[in-house]
């Protein structure tokens, strides 16, 4: 465990990467007492720049707190990105699981139906989950696990497929372990590595997805997004700019700090490859 | 004056590591028209001081002191430029894997043609590649020439690296474990190679070797390197048979002899019975034609309880198949597998289970064999525990194990990473025991092992054997492992068993033509290892 944790931080942006992540869920987790109101309360007066009237990011036009909803929308985002890559990860790597282990038919039949969705266009499917089964934050989670978790499956049957052919797979077989078994405790604790830098940049891409939905208005109406933020401020831009500027930062830092760490993961977890990218640069 | 002199090399090591320097105080020399061996076991710096000759250490091994000197030239003190020259043109490198050192998208004329271009003499190359690659007894060079590296066998793919080699007929030829990877015959046959050319050209040769076998079938004369250090040198006639170094004598002691004593015959009731036993693969179909593979047919065997039989044979005979077929890791298409007389290969999963802690296996590769993330003890107790023993007293057992396989019992925490590959083969070998199996199958148990380490894990198996009255069948492709352990032996060849028979009478009259050629085969036939 020490030893990751050298390796992960050899990767400085992956540091970086930690304290940005850090921060915002230090952000949503205090969010109730550093702003008690409801976001959707109006604060002050509407159209309020940055640092006028006690607003640090200003207000909507409506007079709404930026700031507010942008730690609120912090506690949506994480919540969303969470939870979806969890579903998608559940989903993903059964059906992996699955496919690599058994192989022949069954590897077959779960490769036509994961190539089934990853034909469709994700962000088209998201929308069109969300809008058939209106918007709300289960839809929404629901139509981005929907979509995500296609990669998860191809990921964890090509692991499976390599590790079941290892003589300690084929031990386990002889000593006569139920196939749930070694699937469970032989085959994948050696295949979490991948799975767990995927998920990092899985939940990345769920906070994206979110955003981008709530954007065009497919969000929960009842709770406030970085996504509804930028949608809401995308009309008047020119007049005020803080409206979408300042939720299109928190998401861009977010998305960029899941990446540096998902970097830094492979790197902990893979010391070969990325000894191998230190000595070519 | 020597051809090449090296003296005091010392290579340092990345701090961190068990010792201060890979190599340390190394002095050797090879004159032309000799061969030089190195000997020694993995980690004692023998390819170390091969690639520093080379110009070839990575960065990580900085040279701290010493000379190389190469036709009067320091090596060390040359320009990467003036090397790069060198290398090549008077001096040339064959390596261990033939199958990942050639260009796999060139053809293998072409690869040969670029060494001579890139030396100048790129003109000559229609003419030569073909003379080159019939210098290293390739039939059919202009074919050869054609063909991409993938066509090639094993075998040839080393020939071709010697043809490369050659090219530009270099005055010294360093050798690191060319035959390691190759199968008995072939090994032969590229160290006759080898012998034949140096001595029709007069080279000097630098040959990297962990076996002993080897070098006294090749060796002018022998270095033994022993944790960076040399530690014995002088003529092969001398190191071979009146060593003087502790260390030497114990490797020496520890090569399997080969020869066969001639053994009880058992006549107990059958363990194991296979009669008509098959296992085809297809491949293809769809596009071009079906590739069909018999890769197990006409192997009948019967093994008697408490008798060990060694299933030998070259890599892609079937042994191993054989044995997987017996443990149901492979499914063979027809043929019984009769234990204590039940048919086991129509049995299903759960059906078997009760049969898994009769038999038991041990697998080659010990660092392939055990789960990187569960501890030893564990890895020891999951056998028992899966088949409803309590884990405390399963975990207690593990603890005996590893007394029994004579490691230390406080391992019983730690990952397999910590251990060294005999250990970890050891902890392979407690694993399968922990059973109580009265039938055990080794899937060359010692081959990924030093000779020293083999010796050790050879002793312990043949102890608990006479111990527990295993019955053992014993997949090997060294014929000197076979002949020290085995009661019987069956030699497969292409899928089929073509000969089977008492140890001492397969070695003493072998019957098939192709046990005689395995048993010529055989690295150092002609040298009996010094009783010491």
Not at chain 1, 128 to 155: D, E
Not at chain 2, 431 to 450: G, K, Q, T, Y
Request: charged residues 20%; contains cysteine.
């Amino acid at each position: 465990m020490r030893d990751f944790w050298r390796r992960f931080r050899r990767n400085k942006g992956a540091v970086v990467g930690l304290v940005i992540l850090l921060l915002v869920v230090l952000l949503a987790v205090t969010a109730p007492w550093l702003y008690p109101a409801s976001p959707w309360d109006m604060a002050g007066a509407p159209f309020s720049p940055p640092g006028e009237m006690g607003m640090l990011l200003g207000t909507d036009s409506l007079g709404r707190d930026v700031a507010a909803g942008i730690a609120h929308g912090a506690r949506i985002s994480l919540l969303v990105g969470a939870v979806s890559t969890a579903a998608a990860l559940l989903v993903g790597v059964t059906l992996g699981a699955v496919a690599g282990y058994l192989g022949g038919f069954a590897d077959d039949a779960v490769m036509r139906f994961t190539e089934f969705f990853q034909t469709i266009p994700s962000f088209v499917l998201a929308i069109l989950l969300v809008a058939i089964f209106t918007p709300s934050i289960g839809s929404v989670v629901f139509a981005i696990a929907i979509v995500s978790w296609p990669p998860v499956a191809r990921v964890v049957r090509a692991e499976f497929l390599s590790l079941r052919g290892r003589e300690f797979v084929q031990a386990a077989e002889v000593l006569g372990k139920s196939r749930l078994s070694i699937v469970l405790t032989d085959i994948l604790p050696n295949a979490l590595s991948p799975i767990v830098v995927l998920s990092s940049l899985m939940v990345a891409s769920a906070i994206l997805l979110e955003s981008a939905l709530s954007f065009l208005g497919l969000g929960d109406p009842n709770l406030m997004t970085w996504g509804f933020l930028i949608g809401s401020g995308r009309s008047v831009i020119r007049l005020a700019w803080w409206m979408s500027v300042f939720p299109g930062i928190a998401i861009f830092l977010t998305v960029l700090a899941l990446n540096l760490v998902g970097e830094g993961l492979s790197d902990a977890l893979n010391p070969r490859l990325a000894r191998q990218r230190g000595g070519a640069a | 004056m020597s051809l090449l002199r090296v003296e005091g090399l010392t290579v340092a090591l990345p701090p961190g590591g068990d010792r201060p320097h890979a190599v340390e105080d190394v002095s050797f020399h090879v004159d032309a028209g000799e061969i030089l061996c190195i000997v020694g076991e993995s980690g004692s710096g023998k390819s170390i001081s091969a690639n520093a000759v080379m110009g070839l250490l990575p960065k990580g091994l900085p040279v701290r002191s010493g000379a190389i000197g190469f036709e009067g030239r320091d090596l060390l003190s040359l320009a990467p430029e003036a090397m790069r020259k060198l290398r090549g043109e008077r001096l040339a490198m064959i390596f261990q894997e033939p199958m990942t050192a050639l260009n796999p998208l060139m053809r293998v004329g072409d690869q040969i043609g670029e060494v001579l271009r890139v030396h100048g003499s790129g003109a000559d190359a229609a003419r030569r590649v073909p003379e080159l690659l019939a210098a290293v007894n390739l039939p059919d060079p202009a074919a050869i020439a054609r063909s991409h590296p993938f066509r090639l066998s094993g075998g040839q793919r080393q020939r071709v690296m010697i043809a490369m080699a050659l090219a530009l007929e270099p005055a010294l030829l360093i050798a690191d474990e060319p035959t390691t990877a190759l199968d008995v015959t072939t090994q032969m046959q590229i160290l006759r190679l080898i012998r034949e050319i140096q001595s029709r050209r007069g080279m000097g040769v630098l040959f990297i070797t962990h076996d002993f076998g080897v070098v006294a079938e090749i060796a002018d004369r022998v270095a033994v390197m022993q944790r960076g250090r040399i530690v014995e040198q002088g003529p092969a006639s001398e190191v071979l048979n009146r060593p003087q170094h502790p260390y030497t004598r114990a490797l020496i002691a520890a090569v399997p002899h080969g020869a066969a004593e001639a053994r009880a015959t058992i006549a107990t009731a059958p363990v194991l019975e296979l009669r008509g036993v098959e296992k085809t693969y297809r491949r293809g179909g769809f596009f071009g034609a079906r590739a069909v593979v018999r890769a197990v047919h006409d192997a009948d065997f019967t093994l008697r309880r408490g008798e060990t039989l060694g299933l030998v044979g070259e890599s892609g005979s079937g042994k191993s198949t054989l044995a997987r077929c017996v443990v149901k890791l492979v499914e063979p298409e027809q043929g019984t597998i009769a234990y204590h007389g039940t048919d086991l290969r129509p049995l299903s999963r759960a059906a078997w289970k009760p049969y898994r802690r009769r038999i038991q296996m041990v697998f080659q590769d010990p660092y392939a064999s055990l789960n990187p993330r569960r501890t030893v003890g564990d890895t020891i107790a999951e056998g028992p525990v899966t088949h409803g023993e309590p884990r405390s007293k399963a975990l207690e057992r593990a603890r005996e194990l590893l007394r029994l396989v004579q490691l230390d019992p406080g391992a019983m925490n730690r990952y397999p990473h910590e251990f060294s590959g005999g250990q970890r083969q050891r902890i392979g070998i407690a694993r399968a025991l922990a059973m109580e199996p009265e039938l055990l199958i080794a899937d060359e148990p010692v081959s990924a092992l030093d000779v020293s380490v083999q010796a050790q894990v050879l002793a312990l198996l043949a102890e608990i054997r006479a111990r527990l009255g295993l019955t053992m069948l014993f997949i090997t492709h060294d014929l000197r492992v076979a002949a020290q352990i085995c009661d019987r032996v069956a030699v497969m060849q292409r899928g089929a068993i073509v000969e089977q028979g008492p140890t001492s009478e397969v070695f003493a009259a072998p019957q098939h033509a192709y046990t005689r050629q395995l048993l010529d085969s055989i690295p150092g036939r002609g040298w009996t290892p010094p009783e010491l």
